[in-house]
């Protein structure tokens, strides 16, 4: 009997923490630190060797704030110029999340 309570314990703790790093790693900040921040910086200040490298811009100006949510995705999906394109390497509702936590930047700057 009490192996079983501690079957039903174990089993409930690896699905815990399954279902925890399995959220972690759809999160947009998790993503963006790993497969952006090497060129827009932690802040979004594009402020990196390779950000000045590749000419990305800050996202925190305005220029960025006012283009549509829509452009946004466009560019994280398609690429534009030295921005690669991540169409094959995330998925459309983390591109949407990505460009969601990159406005944060700019607000958090207000
Ligand atoms: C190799 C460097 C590099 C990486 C990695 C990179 N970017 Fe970019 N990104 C750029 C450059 C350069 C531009 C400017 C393109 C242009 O010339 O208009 C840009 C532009 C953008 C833009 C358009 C707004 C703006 O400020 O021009 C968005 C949104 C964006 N990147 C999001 C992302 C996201 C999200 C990721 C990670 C999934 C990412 N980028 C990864 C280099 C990079």
Redesign the pocket.
Known sequence: MKNVIRKAVASAALVVVFSLSARAQSEPET??KA??A???GLDGSANTK??KN??????RAP??DT?SDAN?VQ??TKG?????K?EEK?KPKE?KE??AY?RGFSRKGQ
């Not at 590749?54 to 996202?59: E, I, K, M, R």
């Not at 534009?80 to 690669?84: D, E, N, Q, W």
């Open positions: 993503i963006y497969k952006c090497g060129c827009h390779a950000g590749t000419g990305a811009h800050d996202f220029d960025t283009e946004l560019i994280v534009k110029k030295k921005m690669p991540f995330l591109i990505l460009v990159i």
